[in-house]
Antibody
C-alpha cells in the first residue's frame, strides 16, 4: 500500500523547535518530489516547502523561509521538516504530500498521496 | 505570487443536483491547475490535474475545464459523499498556491 505517515508533532512554546518526519512506504521514494502543506485551525491549505527528487532544488513559502528546513533521506525513505523559531501562527496540521506519480514511465503532476497529518501547536 | 479566488464560498445543493465550482487566477496559469476534495478530519484528495484530467480512481461524475485564468470543477450528479470542501491549486510558478476553498453543503 502506498502510504505516507507523519510523526513528531506536539505542543511547543513560541521560539521553540520541532522536527517533523514523514515515513514513506509502498513506492520508490527516490523517484519523487515532496511537499509540506499545512492547515491552520478552521482555515484553508497553505503550501510550506518543496524538495526535488535529487534533493538539490528546495523552495519555501515566505512565511517560513529562514526558519524551516526541509530534507530527505532516501536510504530511510523519509522526509523531514526542521522547524525553528516557531510562532503562534505556525499552529496547524502539517501534511506531507507526494508531488507526482509514475505511470507507464511517464510522470503526472499533482499531490496524489498525502499523509494523515500531524498537529503542531505553538503556545505558551 | 499567483492568487487563486474560488467562488462561491459556500454552495448549498441537494443530492442528484449538478455542482459548478469556479476558480479564477490572478494571472494565466496555462493548464497547470489541480482540484482537491477535503472532508472533515481527513487529508485532501486529488481529483483533477492539469485542469481537465481525472486522477486515478476518481469517479467520472467529476470533471474539470478551463485554461488561462478561469477554471471550473463540475460534479454532474451529487452523491452524499461529495459534500466537502474543494480547493484549486496552481503549479505554474513557485510558490504553488491554493484557493481559499468552496464548501459544498447539503441543502
Amino acid at each position: 500500500e502506498v502510504q505516507l505517515v507523519e510523526s513528531g508533532g506536539g505542543l511547543v512554546q513560541p521560539g521553540g523547535s520541532l522536527r517533523l518526519s514523514c515515513a514513506a512506504s509502498g513506492f520508490t521514494f527516490s523517484y519523487h518530489t515532496f511537499n509540506w502543506v499545512r492547515q491552520a485551525p478552521g482555515k484553508g491549505l497553505e503550501w510550506v516547502s518543496y524538495v526535488s527528487s535529487s534533493g538539490t532544488t528546495i523552495f519555501y513559502a515566505d512565511s517560513v523561509k529562514g526558519r524551516f528546513t526541509i530534507s530527505r533521506d532516501d536510504a530511510r525513505n523519509s522526509l523531514n521538516l526542521q522547524m525553528n523559531s516557531l510562532r503562534d501562527e505556525d499552529t496547524a496540521v502539517y501534511y506531507c504530500a507526494r508531488g507526482e506519480w509514475l505511470l507507464s514511465g511517464n510522470y503526472y503532476y499533482g499531490m496524489d498521496v498525502w499523509g494523515q497529518g500531524i498537529t503542531v501547536t505553538v503556545s505558551s | 505570487e499567483i492568487v487563486l479566488t474560488q467562488s462561491p464560498a459556500t454552495l448549498s445543493l441537494s443530492p442528484g443536483e449538478r455542482a459548478t465550482l469556479s476558480c479564477r487566477a490572478s494571472q494565466s496559469v496555462s493548464s497547470y491547475l489541480a482540484w482537491y476534495q477535503q472532508k472533515p478530519g481527513q487529508a485532501p484528495r486529488l481529483l483533477i490535474y492539469d485542469a481537465s484530467n481525472r486522477a486515478p480512481g476518481i469517479p467520472a461524475r467529476f470533471s474539470g475545464s478551463g485554461s488561462g485564468t478561469d477554471f471550473t470543477l463540475t460534479i454532474s450528479s451529487l452523491e452524499a459523499e461529495d459534500f466537502a470542501v474543494y480547493y484549486c491549486q496552481q503549479r505554474l510558478n513557485w510558490p504553488t498556491t491554493f484557493g481559499q476553498g468552496t464548501r459544498l453543503e447539503i441543502k
